[in-house]
């Protein structure tokens, strides 16, 4: 699913996901995943919170894109996986 079009109850149907991440700027979402990371930090209007409930089953990898001469070379996909670690 392009995360641009994520919706938090779609997920919790789910057993597997992979994530395509890529960093833009100076460390930053690329724009179709802005209201993603806005939801897992809490700072969504969605009705469904990120929790542990969203993810408890979930199987899931993250695959970060980018060029390794930028200063913040797949941040976001570290920062993905970090955050989904926690939950």
Same mark, same amino acid.
């Given at each position: ?7 938090? #109850?779609?997920?919790?149907? !789910?057993?597997?996901?992979? /994530? $395509?991440?890529?960093?833009? =700027? #100076?460390?930053?979402?690329? !724009?179709?995943?802005?209201? /993603? $990371?806005?939801?897992?930090? =809490?700072?969504?209007d969605h ?27 797949n941040k ?12």
């Open positions: 699913i392009d995360l641009e079009d994520f919706e938090p #109850e779609e997920m919790l149907a !789910d057993e597997y996901a992979v /994530f $395509f991440m890529a960093t833009y =700027g #100076e460390g930053d979402p690329t !724009d179709n995943a802005i209201e /993603f $990371f806005s939801w897992l930090k =809490g700072d969504s009705e469904t919170k990120a929790g542990e409930s969203c993810f408890r089953s979930l199987k899931y990898t993250v695959f970060g894109l980018g060029n390794k001469q930028y200063e913040h070379y976001i996909g570290k920062t993905l996986f970090k955050k989904l670690e926690q939950l």
